[in-house]
């Protein structure tokens, strides 16, 4: 098939081995975090009824209105064909999970983080795809700014393990529960009576849809209109108000930057009170790599209990850019330790069993790969960047020996064929055998 026919859809791309050495680095720092301080992980469907979302997330979200990728289901038990969404966040489907499962029953608060694919049919654009990323953590059951601020902590933690975090500056502010926020709209509604034709078209439909929505503009006509509009915080009660400085308290007690913006909202109607997002020092809030906030209501919205929760996710892919703008090498175990090369059937087959002792060590071994000459075998193992070689030609098979050749010092010498295996251990060391165990205290890779 000629090069080119197919392509990534729209919006995708490949997640490449150079781009997972940073993913499992991520997630590395992630689970690690998470298990110290109590995270279990859950993995909910990638997709749900659009229902859950609707409730979820806001029917005149963006997220809603524009975004969500249905997919149609033509048969169903009922014979009314259902709707389906894939997943644009984790938040409704954990708590949806809470929920189902009856996690009310367990000790509260219950921690739970995931990590995967999220999906969302937006115009791609920089920073923005339609299958992206993310790790997610939710604190249910408990509504108390202390866990507001353990959270936050977490996620401080491992953007500095990712060497991040002083690229990122955090935003923070607290939007009153869901009657001040009704009670700002209509005062909001009323002081754009008149002047909606000065607004763009998007920012005209928010105002009908989701007039929260306009604070976070980036439209200079409607910025330059808010500056004599109402704002949030004189709408704010002063339990709220009180929560905040609790917040902000602890924060300081645990050593944590931020800064405070009124402006700040969050495109979800399950928000309230507490809402962070982590702006890129340079780009500020066009590329945030991730936010979170408070969502009390939720849980109730989806049918259950009230049950207030603390969550935030971060975007794996705007991570790695940053990762890479500070030149962050994600460390990785993929280089090649020890070519095979060999010539002829005899030397193939001998070459195969140590390839599989070499591999059951710990070291990374390539070879016995095809017919080709030695010199063109040497040529691949220079490509490979491969720190040693080992040449098996039909003189090596009779006399019981194999040539072993450092690359870097382009030195060789010949020694027994039995002593092949503990004299590379030997060179590439015991500390650098990348051995695993199926136990107890195996740690999972994915």
């Not at 999906?119 to 990323?133: A, E, N, V």
Request: net charge negative; hydrophobic share 35%.
């Amino acid at each position: 098939m000629a090069s080119g026919t197919f392509r990534t859809p729209k919006g995708t791309s490949d997640v490449l081995p150079e781009d997972h050495q940073y993913q499992t680095y991520i997630k590395k720092a992630v689970r690690h975090r998470c298990r110290q301080a109590g995270f279990k992980r859950i993995d909910p469907p990638i997709f749900e009824k659009t229902s859950v979302f609707e409730r979820g997330i806001g029917q005149h979200t963006d997220i809603v209105e524009k975004e969500l990728f249905l997919v149609k289901s033509h048969h169903t038990d009922e014979g009314e064909p259902e709707e389906f969404a894939l997943r644009p966040e984790f938040t409704a489907g954990i708590c949806r999970s809470y929920i189902e499962h009856g996690m009310k029953q367990l000790p509260q608060p219950v921690e739970l983080y995931s990590i995967g694919p999220c999906f969302r049919h937006d115009r791609p654009q920089k920073g923005r795809y339609r299958q992206f990323h993310q790790f997610d953590l939710e604190v249910i059951g408990l509504h108390d700014a202390s866990l507001d601020a353990q959270l936050i902590h977490v996620i401080n933690k491992i953007f500095k393990d990712l060497r991040i975090y002083d690229r990122l500056t955090m935003q923070l502010n607290n939007i009153g529960t869901a009657q001040n926020r009704k009670d700002f709209v209509a005062a909001l509604k009323d002081y754009f009576i008149g002047k909606e034709r000065n607004l763009p078209e998007l920012d005209r439909t928010r105002l009908e849809t989701n007039p929260l929505r306009l604070l976070d503009s980036k439209e200079e006509d409607t910025q330059i209109l808010l500056k004599n509009a109402p704002t949030l915080d004189q709408f704010i009660d002063d339990e709220s108000k009180q929560y905040h400085e609790t917040l902000k308290e602890y924060l300081d007690a645990l050593g944590a930057t931020y800064e405070e913006n009124p402006y700040l909202v969050r495109g979800l109607d399950y928000y309230n009170q507490t809402v962070f997002e982590y702006w890129d020092n340079d780009t500020g809030g066009k590329n945030a790599v991730g936010g979170g906030g408070r969502y009390d209501p939720l849980i109730e919205m989806l049918g259950g209990e009230p049950t207030p929760g603390v969550g935030f996710a971060g975007g794996m892919e705007r991570i790695i850019y940053q990762m890479k703008q500070a030149g962050v090498q994600a460390p990785h175990k993929d280089q090649i330790d020890i070519f095979v090369a060999q010539l002829g059937p005899e030397a193939k087959k001998m070459c195969l069993l140590l390839i599989s002792q070499l591999r059951d060590l710990g070291i990374h071994t390539l070879g016995a790969l095809g017919e080709a000459s030695l010199k063109s075998q040497m040529r691949l193992a220079d490509k490979f960047q491969a720190k040693y070689t080992l040449l098996l030609g039909q003189m090596e098979v009779k006399a019981g020996t194999i040539i072993l050749r450092d690359m870097a010092a382009g030195k060789q010498q010949e020694i027994a064929f039995k002593e092949a295996v503990p004299t590379i251990v030997k060179l590439l060391g015991e500390d650098s055998l990348d051995t695993y165990t199926l136990n107890d205290k195996f740690e999972e890779e994915e």
